[in-house]
């Protein structure tokens, strides 16, 4: 199974998963004190894949970088989440070939992953700030102390930052993208609409002040949404994600904007649209070349008439059946004094998976 704590090598070798096992694996669960000790070459230099800016960054921010790498495997955990009964199941799309790369790939679920890890890493930004645990950020300090008479409430509390979160997002997550072709510009859509959507997700807490809970004076602050709820929306937009071709202002200048394939005239996809640029492979096959792992091996429902059944998750290649017992503590009973007493049941399982 899959362990988050751990490091799964080379399965996902983008500049997100080094960092991670970097974090997890190198580091464990060492304090953010004894990471600065380590020594910021030693830990940037070590990440491979990152780009010449994101480098300098890690550089220059080494407490940052073990924040960047939770919110990275937060979006990914949160992608493993939406994706869990459909043949992609967020897993490599192409990596393998491009050691330390990006994606190579321009479809719908490229969209998808770029836009949830540049919310993740936005989020985890900024959740940090407001706890305090990155130097150079706190609360939101535009939001302090400001009085709306006509609203009949102030800011009070720790507003989250969430514009230092976007902002540092921006930074390290659009830094790698150095080559200048219509991916780019894909991804750079794909990251800011993730981000766009977390923005526009945040959250006004209130609370009442005055001689027993009368609300004479209420105090207002704003938080993050649960990463949760980012990750249903995203994965509605992926729902609806629109295919677009890049354009170049000029011949032989680079791509210079995106506008919707099928459309007469350029229109420009909106801020929170996913966009793609090819269509995506059906995932039933291994294949490197558009990202795609294949199902075999993958567990299926029998019964299910979802994308989880064995019929659709396995594409007409049947499935595997293994019988196993599971055995679990049950009728479990309280006798005085004091302990519980329990009977073991025992039950025929089957699992399914793809041949
Ligand atoms: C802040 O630091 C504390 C203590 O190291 C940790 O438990 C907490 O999870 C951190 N919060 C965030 C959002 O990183
Ligand atoms: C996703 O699919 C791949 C390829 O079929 C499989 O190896 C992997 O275990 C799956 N991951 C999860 C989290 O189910
Ligand atoms: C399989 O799918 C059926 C129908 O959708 C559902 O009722 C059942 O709980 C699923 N079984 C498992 C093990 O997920």
Known sequence: MFGFGECYGVFMCSVWMWLVCVCSVCLGLVALSSVVALGANIICN????????????CQSRPDAIIVIGEG?????????????????????????????QELRVGSKEAAFTYAITAAGVAHAVTAACSQGN???CGCDREKQGYHDHEEGWKWGGC????????????????AREIK??????????NNEAGRKVLEERMKLECKCHGVSGSCTTKTCWT????????GYVLKERYGVAVQVEAVRA???????????????????????????????????????????????????NHTSPHPDGCGLMCCGRGHDTHQYTRVWQCNCKFQWCCFVKCNTCSEMTEVFTCK
């Not at 070590?46 to 480098?55: N, S, T």
């Not at 799309?93 to 050691?99: A, K, P, W, Y």
């Not at 200048?180 to 859509?189: I, Q, S, V, Y």
């Not at 210079?256 to 350029?266: E, T, V």
């Open 46 to 57: 070590k990440i491979p894949g990152l780009a010449p800016r994101q480098r300098a960054i």
């Open 159 to 174: 507003s989250a930052d969430v514009k230092y979160g976007v902002e540092f997002s921006r930074r390290f997550v659009d």
């Open 180 to 189: 200048k072709n219509a991916r780019r510009l894909m991804n750079l859509h």
């Open 72 to 100: 990275a495997q937060m979006g990914i955990n949160e992608c493993q989440y939406q994706f869990r009964y459909g043949r992609w199941n967020c897993s490599a799309l192409g990596e393998r070939t491009v050691f330390g």
């Open 134 to 136: 990155l130097s150079h």
């Open 250 to 300: 000029t011949r032989l200048r680079q791509p210079s904007f995106l506008r919707l394939k099928q459309s007469h005239g350029y229109i420009k996809p909106t801020d929170t649209d996913l966009v793609y640029l090819e269509r995506s492979p059906n995932y039933c096959e291994e294949d490197v070349a558009t990202g795609s792992a294949g199902t075999r091996g993958r567990l299926c």
């Open 223 to 230: 938080t993050l949404p649960k990463f949760r709820e980012i």
